[in-house]
């Protein structure tokens, strides 16, 4: 997977990660959202991004569609720490190119 350095805010990379708004987004949704804090460290009080894939936020509902929706708007209310997110993820043409791949890895293990 290609590394967007262009979608870096380097002025924000010594910034905590600001999760105030996350809570809003929690309790409008309750159960149907997580995050999932993963390559971050709490330092002087705050939390920084160690890495890429620092947070994870998991929209739950019947529809894939529904779901990434409550995912993105879960993950809009990141800020800080030079975070961005891939707009990509969980959208029809995603899935469909995920789908692909996993057949042509069937036939590949046949």
């Given amino acids: 997977m290609e590394t967007r350095p262009d979608l870096v805010r380097i002025r ?44 994870s936020v998991v929209g739950v509902s019947e529809s894939i569609e529904t779901a990434r929706q409550i995912a993105v708007e879960g993950i809009e209310t990141v800020k800080g720490g030079a975070l961005w997110f891939r707009k990509d993820i969980g959208s029809r043409e995603h899935i469909g190119k995920s789908m ?6 069937r036939r590949l293990q046949q």
């Fill in 12 to 55: 924000e990379t010594e910034r905590p990660i600001d999760l105030a708004s996350t809570y809003d987004v929690a309790k409008k949704y309750g159960d149907s959202i997580r995050f999932y804090p993963a390559s971050i460290e709490l330092r002087n009080g705050g939390l920084y991004a160690l890495k890429s894939r620092a947070i």
């Fill in 100 to 105: 692909k791949h996993l057949e042509e890895l």
